[in-house]
C-alpha cells in the first residue's frame, strides 16, 4: 500500500505515460509485470497504476524506502529489459519525488 506522509524519507516515482489510442490497457498490464519485477528488489515498497479517464495517460506511482532502493529497482528493471521495453507503449515523463506536505480529513 503506497505511504504518502511527509518526510519520511521514502522516495517516490511518478511517471505520466502519453499512449497512443488503444494502447493504455497494454501499457498498464506491461507496467504491472515490471511492479512484479520490481516487488522482489529489497527496499521496494509498493506500485499503483492509474488510468485517465480519456484513455490517452497512464501515472505509474511507484515506491521504495530510499534513493538507494530506487537505484537497485532501476538496475534491476534495466538488466531485464523493461525500462527501455516500455517504450513501445508511449513516451514516458518520470520523475522522482518526496512528499513535503499532506492534507486529510
Given at each position: 500500500?503506497?505511504?504518502?506522509?511527509?518526510?519520511?524519507?521514502?522516495?517516490?516515482?511518478?511517471?505520466?505515460?502519453?499512449?497512443?489510442?488503444?494502447?493504455?490497457?497494454?501499457?498498464?498490464?506491461?507496467?504491472g509485470e515490471a511492479a512484479r519485477v520490481a516487488s522482489e528488489v529489497?527496499?521496494?515498497?509498493?506500485?499503483?497504476?492509474?488510468?485517465?479517464?480519456?484513455?490517452t495517460r497512464v501515472v505509474n506511482y511507484a515506491q521504495c524506502e530510499d534513493r538507494e532502493a530506487m537505484g537497485r529497482v532501476f538496475q534491476r528493471l534495466n538488466a531485464a529489459g523493461m525500462i527501455d521495453g516500455n517504450?513501445?507503449?508511449?513516451?514516458?515523463?518520470p520523475g522522482l519525488y518526496d512528499v513535503v506536505f499532506t492534507l486529510e480529513r
Open positions: 500500500m503506497p505511504i504518502i506522509r511527509a518526510h519520511t524519507g521514502i522516495i517516490t516515482q511518478i511517471n505520466v505515460f502519453t499512449v497512443p489510442e488503444g494502447r493504455q490497457d497494454a501499457l498498464i498490464a506491461y507496467l529489497p527496499g521496494w515498497l509498493s506500485a499503483s497504476l492509474h488510468k485517465s479517464l480519456d484513455g517504450k513501445a507503449y508511449g513516451e514516458a515523463n
